[in-house]
């Protein structure tokens, strides 16, 4: 009796045992929790299949860690608050604006698609020599769609990029770029009904603004300007995407089919359109180029953030990760001699005042004014 006690409790807190025995009654915590409707609800992928049910996909899924998965009913006790998911997310938006500096002088020597199938190639043999058990657990059709459709989408943001700079300004890509934090709101209300509050969307449309101020030098449109666009409606998407699977997925098997799906895609245009690099190319320089993509850019860097739009809501996280393109600018000043202007100065406070409506609302103005 003892020990099927014990069972039920682990099972309540997600501790995989075999074997439970009978119900031994409820404890005083779960009874308090349903009566203040509070109570944990069980992972969908931990529900014990029906004795006989046909198995789905490639093999039966295996319980979700409750480290992995997103705010709410589902959160594991190892999950970390949303603010620091958010942090994470600005971080990872800081070490992208930089990059903008580490990667202009590898595109010079390498192929676009070729950059990009060494950087996600080398990612995915990370990533599966690391988290190749979770990666066996959740071979099954749910995950392989889900992962591999991030992957679609981030291949085709990556790339209708990479070829609108070749037409546009760095400082027309950016911005253009940076429209997906305006889309992410919408698209996340009509795909998985997150919730879209003006505060949303005007904090979108006042972080555009900024970025037009610090990015943009003329209103002109060319055709990079409408293939850059078309990268920003991808990049709005994958990340709508990362929100919706990441909440009660593994993450880190979505990342890994991502990883895999923007390689492969790639390498196939990369042998289709590009001619293979000369042996010389690869200069000390370009191969530390390529390990900074690889290992922080794209191992750590995606990854985390798959990780931090499961834990944030959509139209906050695109919010912070459009913060790449302000950043990029700020580098430029910093580490490459660009005059800091009035419209620069103007352009990051509106960015940052973005970020204060989307997290605070502006309550601490109107409880100011109520004192008054």
């Known amino acids: 009796m003892l020990h099927s006690c014990a069972m039920e409790t682990a099972a309540r807190h997600d501790i995989d045992f075999k074997g439970a025995g009978p119900s031994c009654g409820e404890g005083p915590l779960a009874a308090a929790g349903r009566r203040s409707g509070q109570g944990r609800r069980r992972a969908p992928e931990e529900e014990p299949a029906a004795p006989g049910a046909p198995e789905q996909g490639w093999g039966s899924d295996a319980p979700v860690p409750p480290e992995d998965r997103g705010p709410g009913e589902l959160r594991g006790a190892g999950a970390r608050s949303p603010l620091f998911w958010k942090a994470v997310l600005a971080s990872m938006a800081l070490m992208w604006g930089f990059s903008f500096f580490v990667v202009k002088d590898a595109l010079d020597s390498i192929p676009p698609s070729f950059l990009l199938m060494c950087r996600f190639g080398s990612s995915t043999l990370i990533m599966l020599a690391l988290f190749r058990r979770r990666v066996l657990a959740h071979l099954n059709a749910r995950y392989l769609f889900a992962g591999l459709t991030m992957g679609v989408l981030m291949w085709g943001a990556y790339t209708l990029q990479t070829v609108g700079l070749g037409y546009t300004t760095a400082g027309k890509n950016a911005f253009l770029t940076g429209t997906y934090c305006v889309l992410v709101p ?19 449309f006042m972080c555009l603004a900024g970025i037009g101020l610090v990015a943009l030098d003329s209103f002109s449109m060319s055709f990079g300007d409408l293939l850059t666009l078309g990268g920003a409606v991808f990049f709005a998407l994958q990340i709508a995407a990362a929100a919706k699977f990441g909440r009660d997925m593994d993450v880190n098997v979505l990342t890994f089919w991502m ?7 790639s390498a196939a245009l990369s042998l289709a359109t590009e001619p293979l690099p000369a042996p010389g190319d690869f200069t000390p320089q370009i191969v530390g180029v390529l390990a900074f993509l690889t290992l922080g850019c794209t191992c750590v860097g995606l990854f985390m953030q798959n990780i931090g739009l499961a834990h944030v809501p959509s139209s906050t996280g695109s919010l912070l990760l459009s913060l790449e393109s302000p950043f990029g600018v700020l580098f430029s000043v910093l580490l490459g001699g660009e005059q800091l202007t009035l419209r620069l100065v103007a352009g990051f406070a509106f960015i940052f005042c973005s970020i204060v409506l989307s997290e605070t609302h502006f309550g601490f103005l109107r409880r100011a004014l109520r004192r008054r």
Do not use: C, K, Q
Request: net charge positive; no cysteine; charged share 10%.
């Open 186 to 204: 919408f698209i996340s209300y009509l795909a998985s009904g997150e919730r879209l509050t003006r505060y949303n969307v005007g904090a979108a």
């Open 259 to 265: 990883f895999l799906g923007v390689g492969a895609l």
